[in-house]
């Protein structure tokens, strides 16, 4: 297990980072933050690593969240877990009233800052403190084992195995939508994302599907071809309906699947879809998907990838466990560089990400990502 | 939870522990895992002679391996084509110690729902399953931990078997097996990719099951598209039909299975005349057979429980329905025929694999299948038996870790089981030729079809 090195260290790491990156193959000796420049992307120069000996409660991290307040959460195989201010890990566990030990999902109510859980059995609300379980048996959720939450206005979304429930905070009311009163051809609902007015639900073997709120209709994106087996045309639509993540921000709706990447842009309404070998994604096997302005953070089984479409900056772990990073940006040849430090793991599972840092949770620890800064030096974390 | 205690068998705790390689993780295909790089047993004498990994050089089949003018788009060339390899797990794991104070290595099963559709068919899987269980315990030398089987019965609602599956993960199973039903089997595989326990599905004939690149999942099980491919073929190819009707059940597993049949019949250039719905149970399609029979078909296909078609191909016969009756394997069952009575003469259906067949390894399995249970193993239990061995021969090679276990059912080329060779496909599911059955004088005739066996096979 990799675990979280001294600040002196990390001093030392991040000065390394800087100047002694090698290029691997082509490219120039542009120094790996480059990939920064002229893109929105923000470049990773150095990772974190926390594993079990630093705290965590399980290998496996499964989903990562910042909080409105700056505080870290992650939901883990072994309960829900806090970075405390002093770098501590501190984990909620079933008997502190948490549903299950698996925490799939992580989402805030950014105006009390309640936290919402995504479970393998049930939905739990962290509120001052408090846990409070949610479950088919005691309230209208449509099924225990819950993939994805996103708080959204009043509304509480939960992607559960049996539909997608809707909790109505205001009169803790509870709505069900499947395939009986929607347009989810399968009621298996994967994850939920807030798009403009709307919300996306990312609906396994029924591609995405948009809800207006104000008027209560449905519209669904599909896979044009409808074949799992082939993707028949290239940006005509989702790559395929299985959905295994949504996310939206700044107009730009993505649906990450196991076969690939797909971008809808809704000023435009138009699709641009990935597959590797035929585009620089990493891999089509992509666990998730976390959007922040135009840009797309990817969990991959080969990775964590970041992408606006045009530009993309890929990293990896190659067989010696060395840090590798690939940048490609249009009309230039693909930078592919070692880097000091690696991802904690290459099987990624969710990201955080905003304009200052990122946050990978990976199944064999998480990472955090330290992004170069203006001069291209490592930005200062600021992770309480 | 029921847990079963059931004599034993399998392997010693200090079982080898170590990291496979990319290739034995399935990077691609003709990817064989040797002992050496998964620090897994090697295949014993009898097992080597049925447990094939890999074909160097070859790419797997798509589309199931039906022949391409059922394909979709099959005149066009796509822009990216799935399942040409097998999807690898690459996640950790491999190296993980065994769990603690390991007392047996248990197997969970998923039974259907009691008084559901499926229960008597569960029922049948569950005896393949105890079978193979306890024959492997029997064999057990000193000092080897047992198997166990880890057993809940199904919940007749959307997603139960998501929480099923939940919790056997909670409950410390090394894999597990069952579910017919295409629903329950599709919620469960999603979460065994976050549970990471990998699933041996033996009954469940949704081609869409093993289509969602979740590399934790082998299905021994022909499909849907198998049965159906062949159903065409003879419909049309051979006998000739050109108006082809559809009276299917209104359930997914019939709605599944007549979307396919229906693309197949058209793009053989016979769209379906007619495809009109019943309820399981109903016995009232008057409306249902005059609109079928003024579409003047001269082929129609039946989908649904056997006890209903049955039921109904006597009303058809009896209204004077001249047209050629098919159906799908689940009229090899009793109800078909009670029902049926002398209405089922000429009906012609699918069957996954010759009962009647002399080979060895049948007979054998169906005397040793008598002795424990007093009567003859159906397909369910043969493929439930067949589906329990590999998950037991990779149990006992593997050891008490669940992605070394992953690695050898699911990167699994060939198989010699009770119901002959396998071939699993990219997508993970048995692909093996199908054949058709027709009834004459209330008796199943079973058509003459090669002996399928991998041309590897040879050299074994």
């Not at chain 1, 008997?95 to 109510?109: F, R, Y």
Request: some cysteine; glycine content about 10%; charged content about 20%.
């Amino acid at each position: 297990m990799k675990t979280q090195n001294s600040p002196s260290k990390r001093a030392i790491a991040a000065a390394l980072s800087l100047l002694a990156l090698l290029p691997l193959t082509r490219g120039s000796a542009r120094p790996a933050t480059a990939g920064a420049e002229g893109s929105p992307i923000s470049t990773i120069v150095r990772f974190e690593n926390f594993g079990e000996k630093d705290g965590l409660p399980s290998h496996k991290v499964h989903s990562v969240l910042r909080a409105k307040d700056g505080r870290l959460w992650l939901g883990t195989n072994n309960g829900l877990c806090l970075r405390e201010a002093d770098g501590r890990f501190r984990t909620y566990g079933t008997k502190d009233g948490l549903s299950h030990p698996t925490v799939l999902g992580i989402a805030e109510d950014t105006r009390t800052g309640d936290l919402w859980l995504a479970t393998m059995q049930g939905l739990t609300r962290m509120s001052g403190g408090k846990l409070t379980a949610f479950t088919q048996t005691n309230s209208g959720l449509p099924n225990n084992v819950v993939y994805g939450v996103s708080v959204i206005g009043d509304t509480v979304w939960a992607a559960t195995a049996a539909g997608t429930g809707a909790l109505d905070l205001k009169n803790n009311s509870w709505k069900i939508y499947d395939q009986s009163n929607s347009a989810m051809n399968e009621p298996w609902c994967y994850s939920v994302a807030q798009g403009d007015g709307v919300v996306y639900l990312g609906v396994w073997a029924g591609g995405v599907v948009e809800f207006d709120p104000r008027t209560g209709l449905f519209k669904a994106y599909r896979d044009p071809d409808g074949d799992f087996q082939i993707q028949l045309t290239p940006d005509s639509g989702p790559v395929v309906d299985v959905t295994s993540g949504v996310a939206y921000d700044a107009g730009i709706l993505w649906q990450s699947t196991y076969f690939g990447l797909s971008r809808y842009d809704t000023s435009r309404a138009t699709w641009r879809t990935w597959v590797q070998d035929k585009s620089p994604l990493l891999s089509n096997f992509i666990n998730t998907v976390f959007a922040h302005g135009k840009v797309a953070w990817l969990a991959t089984d080969r990775g964590a990838s970041v992408t606006d479409g045009t530009n993309w900056v890929n990293y990896s772990v190659d067989e010696n466990g060395r840090g590798i990073v690939r940048t490609y940006r249009p009309g230039e040849e693909t930078q592919v560089r070692t880097m000091t430090t690696a991802l904690a793991d290459g099987f990624v599972t969710a990201i955080w990400a905003d304009d200052h840092e990122a946050w990978i949770a990976t199944s064999n620890g998480l990472s955090h990502g330290i992004f170069a800064g203006p001069s291209g030096s490592p930005a200062v974390a600021s992770n309480p | 939870m029921k847990i079963i205690n059931l004599c034993l068998m399998a392997l010693t705790a200090a079982t080898p522990i170590g990291a496979v390689s990319a290739a034995a993780a399935g990077e691609a295909p003709g990817s064989t895992p040797t002992s050496s790089e998964t620090q897994s047993l090697p295949l014993s004498a009898a097992e080597s002679s049925r447990f094939i990994y890999g074909t160097p050089g070859e790419e797997y089949p798509t589309n199931g391996g039906i022949p391409k003018e059922f394909w979709p788009f099959s005149s066009i060339k796509p822009y990216e084509k799935f399942f040409v390899t097998r999807t690898p797990f690459r996640g950790p794991g491999r190296d993980y110690p065994p769990p603690p104070n390991l007392k047996s290595l248990r197997i969970g099963l998923i039974d259907s729902p009691k008084y559901g559709a499926n229960w008597d068919r569960s029922e049948r899987t569950r005896a393949g399953i105890v079978q193979a269980i306890e024959e492997a315990n029997r064999q057990r030398l000193p000092g080897e931990l047992p198997f166990e089987l880890v057993e809940h019965e199904g919940v007749a609602q959307w997603g139960g078997a998501a929480n099923l599956a939940a919790l056997l993960a909670d409950e410390n199973v090394l894999g597990y097996l069952g579910m017919i039903d295409g629903t329950d089997a599709h919620v469960a595989l999603r979460v065994t990719l976050k549970t990471e326990i990998v699933m041996v599905n033996t009954s469940d004939p949704d081609p869409s099951l093993t289509e969602t690149r979740i590399p934790w999942l082998l299905r021994v099980l022909p499909d849907q598209r198998q049965e159906e491919a062949k159903l065409v073929d003879s419909i049309v190819n051979r006998c000739g039909c050109r108006r082809i009707a559809i009276l299917r059940a209104g359930d997914r597993f019939a709605r599944v299975g007549s979307h396919m049949f229906g693309d197949f019949v058209r793009r053989l250039g016979c769209p379906a005349v007619q495809e009109l719905l019943f309820s399981p149970g109903a016995t009232d399609i008057s409306y249902q057979l005059a609109a079928i029979k003024e579409a003047q078909p001269d082929a129609i296909f039946f989908l649904g429980e056997p006890a209903d078609i049955g039921l109904f191909v006597r009303k058809f016969r009896d209204a004077g329905v001249k047209a050629r009756f098919f159906g799908t394997d689940l009229l090899l069952e009793d109800e078909f025929l009670k029902n049926a009575g002398a209405a089922s003469e000429g009906m012609m259906f699918t069957c996954l694999f010759d009962p009647a067949t002399k080979d060895p390894l049948w007979v054998d399995f169906v005397s040793r299948f008598k002795t424990r249970w007093g009567h003859e193993p159906d397909v369910y239990a043969a493929y439930a038996y067949d589906g329990a061995q590999i998950m037991l021969s990779a149990i006992r090679r593997a050891g008490p870790n669940r992605w070394r276990i992953r690695d050898l059912v699911c990167n699994l080329d060939y198989y010699r089981g009770v119901t002959g060779w396998m071939r699993f496909d990219g997508t993970g599911s048995n692909i093996a030729p199908v054949r058709m059955v027709r009834y004459e004088q209330g008796r199943p005739v079973f058509e003459a079809e090669p002996e399928f066996a991998p041309p590897v096979a040879r050299h074994l």
